[in-house]
């Protein structure tokens, strides 16, 4: 029998280890079980990455430093606001984000292009969602950060038509694309389509998966994301960037923060929750 090709093998798996636990040990000790390096920073120990003082971020990086784990990216929530809020304050925030960026030991900022009322037309708030992003991409090249936007649900980039029309303006050395799997299909959006989109773009992949018609967030490769051939058509492309394990499998601490409406999972073993999908994960890679 023909062994199974791997794929996607020089790309560095990293995570969002705050689905492990909300501690910032328990979190570590799983990763160096499962022998994962990288992490994309969005909690611990019960805060959030924003409201991370530069000392409090300091000390973070030693600990995972002493470790062996780095931060893949800054999991910021900088874009996830309505878009009649105060944006003043949110630069304000975004600035913040930076600083720790800097701290971190990394230059990718996840963000978000801002969340709009619903059953509104999104095309009456382009104006407003496009002067907010030059200032925000403005400030990204100023400090020499990357902005890496990532496709949720009910904001202005959810579907890949609107993420197409934000990269066609502002993409560059400072604004990206991350991919969702999961996002797209809960929003209706064939991810095969959307690939085609937004290939040119793509800087960072966000692994989970979900099921047409329900939004069920699925293990990859079991729902409707079309992980496994979107998997094989990067590695044609040459990706070499980070996967970006996201199990949304089981409850944790910070869920409801994430989304408007979030639903409970109804699983509270999150560290095996979170093992099943990096075994999922790995299975799709070979």
């Given at each position: 029998m023909e062994k199974?090709?791997?794929?996607?093998?020089?790309?560095p798996i990293s995570c969002f280890a705050d689905e492990i636990g909300p501690g910032m040990d328990t979190q570590?000790?799983?990763?160096?079980?499962?022998?994962?390096?990288?992490?994309?920073?969005?909690?611990?120990?019960?805060?959030?990455?924003?409201?991370?003082?530069?000392?409090?971020?300091?000390a973070l990086k030693e600990k995972l430093e002493q470790n062996g784990i780095q931060i893949s990216a800054v999991g910021s929530p900088i874009g996830k606001i309505g878009i009649g809020d105060d944006?003043?304050?949110?630069?304000?925030?975004l600035n913040h984000v930076i600083d720790l960026a800097e701290i971190f030991g990394t230059s990718n900022i996840r963000m978000f292009s801002f969340y709009l009322p619903q059953d509104q037309d999104p095309a009456k708030f382009r104006d407003t969602v496009f002067f907010r992003m030059e200032q925000m991409v403005e400030l990204a090249r100023r400090r020499n950060v990357?902005?890496?936007?990532?496709?949720?649900?009910?904001?202005?980039?959810?579907?890949?038509?609107?993420?197409?029309?934000l990269m066609r303006r502002f993409y560059g050395?400072?604004?990206?694309?991350t991919f969702d799997f999961a996002n797209f299909v809960q929003c209706g959006q064939d991810t095969l389509e959307a690939y085609e989109m937004l290939r040119p773009y793509i800087a960072y992949v966000h692994v989970k998966d979900a099921?047409?018609?329900?939004?069920?967030?699925?293990?990859?490769?079991?729902?409707?994301?079309?992980?496994?051939?979107i998997f094989d058509a990067l590695?044609?492309?040459?990706?070499?960037?980070?996967?970006?394990?996201?199990?949304?499998?089981?409850?944790?601490?910070?869920?409801?923060?994430?989304?408007?409406?979030?639903?409970?999972?109804?699983?509270?073993?999150?560290?095996a929750a979170f093992c099943q999908a990096y075994a999922a994960l790995e299975k799709l890679l070979g």
């Open positions: 199974k090709r791997r794929i996607l093998r020089s790309c570590i000790a799983l990763l160096k079980e499962l022998g994962i390096s990288w992490i994309e920073f969005r909690s611990g120990d019960g805060i959030g990455v924003a409201d991370y003082g530069t000392e409090r971020a300091r944006f003043g304050s949110h630069m304000e925030r990357i902005l890496l936007h990532e496709n949720e649900k009910e904001i202005y980039g959810d579907a890949a038509d609107r993420c197409l029309d050395e400072n604004f990206r694309c099921v047409n018609g329900t939004g069920e967030v699925r293990p990859a490769g079991e729902g409707d994301g079309h992980l496994a051939q590695e044609q492309d040459g990706y070499s960037g980070f996967l970006s394990l996201e199990p949304h499998l089981a409850d944790f601490a910070g869920l409801a923060a994430l989304e408007r409406a979030a639903s409970r999972r109804g699983r509270t073993d999150q560290e």
